[in-house]
């Protein structure tokens, strides 16, 4: 059988640690791994022996890769890469024509590279798209340019206070007070790019779904699969079939570990916002105030430029700092899974990006949501409003608002209501990768469907 798989890895590490797992994964059940993927934000070689590494350029600057519109970046990195990336592939097929062998069997390649389409289909490649978001975000995210032709959007005035509740019938669970920050952040620019993500994953053999499970998106896998009309493999989560396999493009500080073992069970509130979330420099004093008032031991995650106009911590007041240290800790990165594993852990503050929030359904942890960016909003409403296993943060960042929320997940009786619900929904999402279970089945109709390329 041919059993060679192309992997065109993202940048971003929110998709490149999927990306890998799903590689391990595979190359577990028999298949041979090539990564392709760009200079920036690499992945690193020598972590996985076992894997080919091939490098493209990516043609952009080194200011063009440090903007803030993601979207335009997107787009940028799809127009450079193209060519580089079609070379790469047409030479090594064509060494294989030339050697007398044939074992390039298929290209996954993350959803956000929508050049694949017309390149796959001139080499005659199978190709699948690979989807590191929640499968209700991914397939709500289509409908917003839809609403916006139809000129249901943007809102006409502002939304009462008797309707801030309201459900948005056309993606649930947002409420219509959150369309605000989403449209904030609408373009035409998206709203094209969204079009052609759709067109190429429509045109695929086949989607797959590396961080989702039945038991975490069960109606939006079953209308998903009526939209799309190609076959969906929700495989996740996938870190749990090979744990402790985050392929981290940031150095953690294991110090931290050591800092854990000394607290008490349950009794330290872990904060991280992720590999992109920013935040002003007053947002992170609000939330180091807000935890030292707590009074909770807190183990604080400040990724090196994450503060706007701020290297690291330095604006951290020396007063504050005094206080940090007797209750907390501060790091530039931490080893997150293991930290959620850890048994000192009893609340996760998070942005709530999808990875982030698996991870912490996965261990059982429940969550404080701050999300910064509007998927991470659709993730939180589903924490706090559905599963109801978090507590939602609203409106502006205040150490009042922190200090409350510590107190109430870790102190109060109704975090121990969420716990016991958490501890359910994560029994549930455990069970869906063990033998039988809705994701292991759903890898297998993927290893199966591999197969007959």
């Not at 041979?32 to 996985?48: C, D, E, G, L, Q």
């Not at 694949?116 to 995210?141: E, I, W």
């Not at 009526?226 to 870190?239: L, N, T, W």
Request: hydrophobic fraction near 35%; charged fraction near 25%.
């Amino acid at each position: 059988m041919a059993n060679e798989w192309f992997c065109f890895h993202f940048r971003y590490k929110a998709a490149s640690t999927p990306m890998i797992q799903l590689a391990m994964i595979l190359h577990s059940r028999g298949f041979s791994i090539t990564v392709i993927h760009t200079r920036f934000n690499a992945p690193k070689p020598s972590s996985h022996p076992l894997f080919t590494f091939l490098q493209i350029p990516d043609g952009l600057s080194e200011a063009e890769t440090r903007t803030h519109d993601v979207t335009l970046l997107l787009t940028r990195l799809n127009r450079s890469c193209e060519s580089p990336f079609r070379d790469c592939l047409t030479k090594l097929l064509q060494s294989e024509t030339e050697e007398g062998k044939q074992t390039i069997s298929c290209l996954i390649h993350d959803a956000q590279w929508i050049f694949t389409q017309s390149l796959a289909q001139s080499l005659n490649l199978p190709r699948m798209v690979l989807n590191t978001y929640k499968v209700s975000f991914f397939h709500g995210h289509f409908i917003l340019p839809h609403l916006r032709r139809q000129r249901l959007l943007p809102l006409q005035g502002p939304i009462s206070n008797s309707e801030q509740d309201d459900p948005v019938e056309e993606f649930p669970p947002l409420r219509k007070k959150d369309l605000s920050q989403i449209l904030d952040e609408e373009t035409e620019l998206l709203d094209s790019y969204s079009d052609k993500i759709l067109e190429t994953t429509k045109t695929s053999s086949g989607l797959i779904f590396v961080s989702s499970c039945e038991e975490l998106d069960q109606d939006s896998l079953s209308q998903a699969r009526q939209d799309f009309k190609v076959p969906i493999y929700a495989i996740g989560p996938s870190h749990n079939y090979f744990p402790g396999s985050s392929s981290s493009l940031f150095t953690p500080d294991d110090t931290c570990i050591q800092w854990l073992d000394k607290q008490e069970d349950k009794s330290v509130i872990y904060v991280s916002f992720g590999s992109l979330a920013n935040m002003s420099r007053s947002e992170l004093i609000e939330i180091a105030w807000g935890l030292s008032n707590s009074d909770q031991p807190f183990l604080l995650v400040v990724r090196v430029g994450s503060v706007k106009d701020t290297e690291w911590i330095e604006t951290i007041p020396e007063e504050l700092m005094e206080r940090i240290k007797e209750k907390g800790k501060i790091v530039k990165w931490a080893p997150q899974q293991e930290v959620l594993k850890h048994r000192a852990v009893g609340g996760f503050l998070t942005h709530n990006g999808w990875n982030s929030t698996v991870e912490s359904v996965c261990e059982g942890v429940p969550m404080i949501c701050l999300p910064f960016v509007w998927d991470q909003l659709l993730n939180a409403r589903f924490v706090s409003d559905v599963w109801m296993v978090g507590i939602h943060l609203e409106g502006r960042i205040e150490r009042n608002v922190i200090d409350r929320a510590v107190r109430r997940l870790l102190l109060e009786p109704e975090g121990e209501v969420i716990r016991e619900r958490m501890k359910l929904l994560m029994e549930k999402v455990r069970r869906s990768v063990k033998q039988n279970g809705s994701a292991y089945r759903s890898l297998e109709h993927l290893v199966d469907r591999l197969s007959s390329f």
